[in-house]
C-alpha cells in the first residue's frame, strides 16, 4: 500500500501563476478530499469526491480554485491566477467512507511571492 | 464559527507524565470522533476514534473520553514520550455520513 502520494511536495511560484497540485488517492478509496491548512483556519474541507464525481465544493474558497478527478487514481486542484493569501499546505486525503479513518498525503507547501 | 475547537494552541508535558489534550464541539449532531496526529512536513495520520455510543475507548497509550452532555471530548497519552511531540487535530462527523469536520490542533511537546 503506497499511501496517497501528492506533487509537488513544495512550489515556489509567482503572484498570477497558474498553479496545479496532483494527488493519487489509494487504490479502493471511493473518496477523495482535498484540504488547506493555515495557522489561522486550521484544517479546511475545500472539495470532496465520491466516484470520481465532485460532491460538495462550497470549501472551495473563489472561483479562481478548481478541482478534477477525470478517473479513481487522480486528482488536481488548480488555481489560477494564484494570490500571496493562497499561500498555504494542502493536503490530499482518501479514504472508503466519507468519515471512517481518511488517509492524509504529505501535503504539499505552496508559497506564493 | 467552528464547530471543532481546540481551544490550547500548545500544551508541554514532562516525559513519563500523563498529557491531556482537550477538545469541545458545538453540533450536539455529532456522534463520530477522530484523533489524528501530525508531525512536521507529514500529513495527519489516524490514532483513535470514538462513536457516541461510548465514553471511553483505549488504545494502548491513548484513551480517547466523550462526554456528550458536555460535548467535550479528550485524548489521554499515558505515559508520554519525547515521539508523542506532535500536532494532534480533533476531528468529528454526524453518524459518519458527512466529512470530517476538523479542529485546529493543539501542539504537544513531550520533554525528556
Known amino acids: 500500500d503506497a499511501g496517497v502520494i501528492q506533487s509537488p511536495r513544495h512550489e515556489v511560484t509567482e503572484m498570477g501563476q497558474e498553479v496545479t497540485l496532483r494527488c493519487k488517492p489509494i487504490s479502493g478509496h471511493d473518496y477523495l478530499f482535498w484540504y488547506r491548512q493555515t495557522m489561522m483556519r486550521g484544517l479546511e474541507l475545500l472539495i470532496y469526491f465520491n466516484n470520481n464525481v465532485p460532491i460538495d465544493d462550497s470549501g472551495m474558497p473563489e472561483d479562481r480554485f478548481s478541482a478534477k478527478m477525470p478517473n479513481a487514481s487522480f486528482s488536481t486542484l488548480k488555481i489560477q491566477p494564484s494570490e500571496p493569501r493562497d499561500s498555504a499546505v494542502y493536503f490530499c486525503?482518501?479514504?472508503?467512507?466519507?468519515?471512517?479513518?481518511?488517509?492524509f498525503g504529505d501535503g504539499t507547501r505552496l508559497s506564493i511571492l | 464559527d467552528q464547530q471543532v475547537k481546540q481551544n490550547s494552541p500548545s500544551l508541554s508535558v514532562q516525559e513519563g507524565r500523563i498529557s491531556i489534550l482537550n477538545c469541545d464541539y458545538t453540533?450536539?449532531?455529532?456522534?463520530?470522533f477522530l484523533w489524528y496526529k501530525k508531525y512536521p512536513a507529514e500529513g495527519p495520520t489516524f490514532l483513535i476514534s470514538i462513536s457516541s455510543i461510548k465514553d471511553k475507548n483505549e488504545d494502548g497509550r491513548f484513551t480517547v473520553f466523550l462526554n456528550k452532555s458536555a460535548k467535550h471530548l479528550s485524548l489521554h497519552i499515558v505515559p508520554s514520550q519525547p515521539g508523542d511531540s506532535a500536532v494532534y487535530f480533533c476531528?468529528?462527523?454526524?453518524?459518519?455520513?458527512?466529512?470530517?469536520?476538523f479542529g485546529k490542533g493543539t501542539r504537544l511537546s513531550v520533554i525528556a
Open positions: 453540533n450536539s449532531m455529532f456522534d463520530y
Open positions: 476531528a468529528a462527523s454526524l453518524s459518519g455520513n458527512t466529512p470530517l469536520v
Open positions: 486525503a482518501s479514504g472508503r467512507q466519507y468519515a471512517q479513518p481518511q488517509h
